[in-house]
Nanobody, 115 residues
Framework: QVQLVESGGGLVEPGGSLRLSCVVSRSIFSFDAMGWYRQAPAKQRELVAAITNGGNTNYADSVKGRFTISRDNTNTVYLQMNSLKPEDTAVYYC??????????WGQGTQVTVSS
């Protein structure tokens, strides 16, 4: 069973930046795609960004131009978040997906954007 551990969340002022990391218990290239989701209070969980095994990326419209998903060559995925807004406040989850088979989740890391 794969394990995903997120880190890097915290409290930041509007306009600030954070970088989230997700360390996976095996090679991220054994999955079809890696992703970041978020869930704000009283809202549904939503996809923020994803990167396929081949390197293709996609982003939610609300974060395009501000967030960047990236990865290293082994087992870590990142989410660089710039120009943060209060509406970015949420618990952020890392995912590892085998298309048509499974999606594994991390435990989440809290991001709070507030002055």
């Amino acid at each position: 069973q794969v394990q995903l551990v997120e880190s890097g969340g915290g409290l930041v002022e509007p306009g600030g930046s954070l970088r989230l990391s997700c360390v996976v218990s095996r090679s991220i290239f054994s999955f079809d795609a890696m992703g970041w989701y978020r869930q704000a209070p009283a809202k549904q969980r939503e996809l923020v960004a994803a990167i396929t095994n081949g390197g293709n990326t996609n982003y939610a419209d609300s974060v395009k131009g501000r967030f960047t998903i990236s990865r290293d060559n082994t087992n870590t995925v990142y989410l660089q978040m710039n120009s943060l807004k209060p509406e970015d406040t949420a618990v952020y989850y890392c995912t590892a997906e085998q298309w048509g088979a499974s999606r594994s989740w991390g435990q989440g890391t809290q991001v709070t954007v507030s002055s």
